[in-house]
Each structure stands twice: as C-alpha cells, then as structure tokens.
C-alpha cells in the first residue's frame, strides 16, 4: 500500500469545531510499559458549530480500556472507536462529560510524539498532533481548555513529577511506595502545549520577582550529576523574562517555570505552558563539553521558548496553517534578544548565513511554499526555515516599514485583542493596520508567496545635473503550485557613499527619515539630488529585505563598503559579495585574473590589520568565505560539487597566504589567558583566532597541522579544542588519526561531545568518509534511536559534506536513503528530517542528479512508508 495517498488538509476548508472542551481533569498512573490514563472532557456543542452532528475525537495508535458519558459507562453501538478516531455518533445537545480510559507503553514509543521514555524518565511532546496519542480528544489547537492533571508513580522510579500550571497538592499513596502530585493550569490552552514529567531529575533554581512583583519559582531539570551544567540556561530563562518585561512590557504568568532536559528530543525544544522540555544539547553547558556556538544556541532557544508563553501560548493559532503568527513571531522576538544581548551587527550576520543556507535553499527547492501554506498532508513536514525563519524576516520587515514605535503599540494591540484566543495572521497585520491606519493587504502577499524575490540595482549618474538615479527591478521565480509571481512590498533600507567611502548627504523624498524606501512595484526608480559625484550605494542595509540582490557594482566599488560603509552589515557583505563573485569563476571554469583575486585578498589584509581588533567577531565572519553549499546554491544548475570544493579550497590557500603574518599574529595574541567566559566579547577573540588558523592551514598543511596540533592539546574549552579538531580534519596522517582517537578517550562517557566528533568526521571531504561514517554507526555511542546522535552523523554527513554526499558515484545518495528508511520504521519525524537533505538534487549536473533521483524512487517505492517520509519525498520527485 502506497502512503502517498494520505488526505490533504486545506487551509479553504476550515471551519470551527463543532464542540468545544472546557476543562480536561486527566489522571496518570505512570507505568514503563502500561500506563493508565483517565481523561475526563467537560464537553458542549459549539455555538457557531453545526448542530446535531456526531462527535468525532482524534485519535493516534489510541488503545481504548473504557469510555463513560456522564459517569455512565457506553455500551459497543453506543460508540464507535478504532486507533485514530473515536465517534459519538448521537451525542447530547447540552453540556456533557465524557470520561475516557487509555492505556499507553511509553518505553515502546520511538516516535517521541505523546508520552514516551527518555533515559528512562518519562517525558511528553504534544506538537503539532501528539496529544492524541494519549487520548481522545480535539486535537486541533482552537480548543481550548483548563487542565488538572494528576500524576501518580513509584516513588523510586519517578520522585519528580511536573504538569502544566502550578502544584496544587502531592503526596503519597498510603502502603504503595507510589506517591502524587496534581498541577492545575488556570490558562485555557490548546491540547498541543499539554506535557508532563516524571523521573529522576536534578534541578537548579532561584526566585523570580517579576515587573509587578510577583515571585515565580524559576528551575532547570537535568539528569542527575549535571547540575553544574545547567547554570547558563537558568541565567538565560533569567534574562529572557527581564527582556520580555522591559522590551515588549510582557509578564509571566504563573508561580513556577520549569525548564526540563531530555536525552531524546526531535526537535530543539517545546514551550508548553509553564514547564518547556527541552533537547538536552540546548540547556547542558560547561566550558570544557560546549562551544561558544553552544552557548549562543542555549541562550537563543531558552528565550524562544519562554517568550511562546506569550506569542504562541496565551494568544494561540487558530489552526496550523498559522504556525508562522507563533514560530516566525518568536523567533523574531528571540532574534532581537540575542542581538541586545550580544552585538547586533554580528548576530544580524549569523541570522542571515542561516536565512540564506536553510531558507533560501528551501525556497528554490522542490520543498518550496509560502511561510504560510494554504496545504499540506504532514504538518510536521512545515515546521521549517521558512516558516520560521522567513516568518521572522516579514515580522522585521513590518518593523521596519512603519517604525519602532508603532511596532510597539501594534504588539500590544495584538496581545490585548487575541489574549486567550486562538488567532490567524489576519488578526496580528490588522493590528498594526489600525495602529497606523495603513493597508497591509500588498504587504500580506509575503504570507501566501513562496520563493526567494531577486532585485536588481541600477545607478546611473547625472554629473551636470548632480542627479544620481537607481532602477529597482524585482522579480520572484517561479515555485511549486506558483508559476506566477506578483510583485512584494521590499523595504531596502540604503544611503550613498563617495567613491573614497565618505557618507553622502544626498535627497532623495523617496526615502523616509529612517533611510528606507519601500519597493512594492515590479519596477521603480528613484532619484537622488545633490549628488556631485558618481556614489556607491549601499542598499538591504542590515539586510532589510530577505531578498537576493544583483547589483551593479564593480568588485572595487564593493570593496569601498568593506573599509567605510556605515552599516556593518553591508561591509560584510560587500566582501562576501566579490567572495561569491570569484568563487562562482573559479568553480565554473571562468579565467579568474591574479588582480582579481589580490583585490580581494589585499582588501580584507587591509581591513583586519586596521579593524580586527576592535570587533573580532565581525573580523573573523569577514574572513570566513560563503560555504561550498552557498556556492552551489548561487550558481543553481548543473553544479559539480567537487570543482566548488576545489575553488573554495584554492582561495582559502590565497587568502592564508596573503594574510599570514597578520594571522599569525592573532593566532599568537588572541591565544587564551584568562578563564573561560562564554561572554561575546570573549566569544569574538576565540573566533577571530580560530578563523585565522583555518586559513592558515589551508596555505600551509604543515604550519596548520604543527598550530592546531598544540592547540588541541593545550586547549581549555571545548571551543577552542574543537577548532582546532576541526583543522587537523582537513590534514590527513596519523597526528589527524591520533588526535581523533584522543578526543573519543577523553570524551567517551559524554554523548552530547561525542556528537561533535561524529560530526567534524561526516564532514572529511574525502572518498574514505563514507566507510568512516559506516564504521562509526557501529560505535558505542551511536543509536539509529537518537535523533542528536542520526543528525549529528548522518544528517551532518549529508548536510555538510558537499562532495561526499554528492559523490559521482551515487553512494552519498544511497547510503543517506538506507538510513531514511531505517529511520522511517522508528521515527518518521527524523526520517522525513534527514530526507530533505535531497532538496538540492535537482541542481546537480546529470550524473548526479540521476543517482539521487534514483535514491529518491527507490524510498518512494517502499511499502508502508510513513505520511512524514511519503510526503516529502513525493514532493521532492514532483
Ligand atoms: N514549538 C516548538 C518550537 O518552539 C517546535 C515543536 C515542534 N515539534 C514537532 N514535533 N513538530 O520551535
Ligand atoms: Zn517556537
């Protein structure tokens, strides 16, 4: 039997519920492989539902034990009910409750959807469609209603046990060894934020005075014995709750927050309502097991998932066609922290490396769709970069057209209409649309428009006139189920620049006084006077738009913005802009000159000999070049992997040796003094050193392997042991081999560390790594179980290993469709995950393209596949 076949959820046909529940009073008796579960709904018809029609419940693999309707037990005829549903063909026209008794095996649950078992603790994730896999219920997120849950377990087994809400009561069950606790959740929520835990956990924790106040129980739960590594989340959920009250005047709302580490995880982390669980690798950090990157990472997602109690909790989705009004809101929101927290400049950089790598190439790839889809057959399959991370962009952009202050007051607008509802992105843009009194209905079409636009710039000067005019053209390129594209409301935040770098003051009435000018025909112009001298603009300021730009300009003018522009994202650009130019040359075999390539090499000597030192983050994004798979994305068709490979290789060994005394240098003075701090600043001067090492190696093996080879055995935090790791990968001999072997002895009993060094070893771009990966899957450590340990190896390997994977020989692609498919049979959120690793497929050159087409029909052909896994590669095939 096919999957392919499975119904297809439109967003045309929703309607509200017929009934609604108002209250849910569940009871678990937690069991390793037979836990009970009585839920009893408080039930009504819904008034604007059609009446007199049977009530039909969600169900998942539901295994049914009793069922009563106002305490009466139902008779067989009365119900009808298999796994997936449950149906009250001819339920009461009044208020009713329904109790129901289920019976779950969580240690058998190897999908981590519902309530299942990690390192032996029990643990719940209910989005999207989870809850239904421990009872019937309306599993659809514009229920809402109040929960009580009881908890009861051996004491010896669970002595932790966490619900929603606050903690009523608990106790023990007299003569048992069995003990309770009961959590009562004052909130109306969708069934989707429901979870509980019970285990033996470890916890760190400290009282929270919020703005009005209030003292909150604020906690972090880890296995035990890793409470020393739980300090940095509780210090983050600290200052996410500060940033939320001082920045957006949001609040929390309960007497305890609880944050809870678990082993096994599909996704980052969860913000059910006041107790978010979260993948262990981003809440456990200690200098010597986490990077700097950790850190970052722990930071952003303890304040993504705290700040969902208010943009996705108390006002929630009407249905998941709108999961961009919580995801792409919240990582905005999450964004403009890490940006007060650390230096905005550089995050702004990191968050659109990210954009580009994962958004863009979705948005060009068969997977493509509008950040707010109108279908979908799986919707964990659109839990993805562009609904979160185009989300976020069209959040800023909002922002960015109608200014700070009206943003503010079109938030709390939002907040103060939808509080306790579940609302639609209607109901957020006619927020701002009344705050300001402006029609948002063009700036709505980046919700139901999918594909990456790409503007181009025109200047043309007028010297006698002192008239300088820019011609933007934006076009969008067709995507799946969109052949035609209209034009988007783009805000390019821009300025002008002499030729020697000095601002212009040039007018232009076009353009407000925050320097944006807002493009929302296909084409426009726009002229600026009091220009003597032909500029060079400087437009997508801080990336004002996530749009692709063709520009104009010559690799000097770029290289001008480099040294002066203002905005410190455009002279990072301006950089990986000639980068790109030259890589793209070099790997398509167009003559790139000696001049060319000094230009750029010499620019950026230039600029780090000057600038470096006083942001050495920034300094070290500068010198690091677009990735292999930037390079293959830009030039979009026919791409050979391994000329890529070779040319970003060969200006690596270019730009090491133009730079090398300068590199040498910072290599030297940078090196640690002080103790470990995960602080930006500190976080910058590791970064800087560890670039200039990268490109050092790569101009010289022998320096490179004797540098890395002392750093990585005098490190003393894992950042820079990693580092150096992760050069020594790209020499190959035996200090390579030894030092790999000395890095699985010291971190054996450390799986999240372990992780780290699968993945430096999937990414070797050489022929072996393939076996080497094979090998590794036999490793103690690794667990086909563990989505950390399969993305880290082979989601790693097909991610970041460009020529492995795309091998001309089509192993890559078989190999990577044998784990899917094994996945599948286990967990098909991480099959469906590692599967689109083939979106880039049907760029490849024919060789290539034919073997993963063929990897791609043979997983299509297999029986049984699950939705996750048969949607995604049925699209992928399209
Ligand atoms: N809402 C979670 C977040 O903040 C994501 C959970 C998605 N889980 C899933 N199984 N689809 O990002
Ligand atoms: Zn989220």
Known sequence: MRTDVAQIVRLEDYRPSDFLIDKVELDFRLHPTATKVTATLSVRPNPSGRSDVPLVLDGDEVNLKAIALDDRTLE??????NPESLTISQPPQH??????????????????????????????????????????????????AVYTTRIEAEYEEAPVLLGNGNPVESGFVEGTGRHYAVWHDPFPKPSYLFALVGGRLGRVSKTFTTMSGREVDIAVYVEPGKEDRAGYALDALERSMIWDEQVFGREYDLDVFSIVAVSDFNMGAMENKGLNIFNDKYVLASPETATDSDYANIEAIIAHEYFHNWSGNRVTCRDWFQLCLKEGLTVFRDQEFSSDERSRPVHRIAEVKALRSRQFLEDSSPLAHPVRPIQYREINNF???????????????????????????????YYDRCDGRAATVEDFLKAFADVTGRDLSHFARWYAQSGTPRVSVHGHHDEAAKMYRLDLRQQTPPTPGQPTKEPLVVPIALGLVTQDGQPMDAHCERVNSRGVFVLDKTEDSITFTGVASRPVPSVFRGFSAPVKVSL?????????????????????????????????????????????????????????????????????????????????????????????????????????NACREQLLDFHRSLAQTESYSPDAASAGRRALRNAALDLLAAADLRTGEQLASTQFETASNMT???????????????????AIAAFEERYRSEPLVIDKWFTLQAAIPEDTTLERVKRLMEHPAFSINNPNRVRSLIGNFAMLNQVQFNRADGAGYAFVASIVLRADELNPQLASRLLTAFSTWRMMEPTRRSHARRALQSIAQKPNLSRDVGDIVNRSLE
């Open 95 to 144: 208020s009713f409750r329904l109790t129901i008794e289920t019976e779950i095996n969580p240690t058998a649950n190897t999908k981590l959807m519902g309530l299942y078992r990690s390192s032996g603790n029990y643990c719940t994730q209910c989005e999207a469609e989870g809850f239904r896999r421990i009872t019937y219920f309306l599993d659809r997120p514009d229920v809402l």
């Open 552 to 656: 104009d300009l010559s690799n000097d003018e770029l290289l001008v913005l480099l040294r002066h522009d203002t905005d410190a994202f455009n002279r990072w650009q301006a950089a990986q802009t000639v980068a790109m130019r030259l890589l793209v040359s070099l790997s398509t075999g167009t003559p790139v000159s000696d001049e060319e390539m000094a230009s750029l090499s010499s620019a950026l000597c230039a600029f780090i000999e000057t600038d470096a030192l006083r942001d050495p983050a920034f300094a070290a994004l500068a010198l690091t070049l677009p990735s292999e798979a930037d390079v293959a994305q830009e030039i979009g068709k026919e791409v050979d992997p391994d000329a890529i490979h070779r040319a970003r290789k060969a200006m690596r060994r270019h730009l090491g």
């Open 383 to 413: 839990y993805t970069a562009t609904v979160y991370e185009k989300g976020a962009e069209i959040v800023r952009m909002l922002k960015t057209i109608i200014g700070d202050e009206d943003f503010r007051r079109g938030m709390d607008l």
């Open 76 to 81: 067989a005829g009365e119900f009808e009910a």
């Open 720 to 738: 820079d042991r990693l580092a150096s790791l992760s050069v020594l990968m790209t020499i190959p001999g035996m200090v390579r081999e030894n």
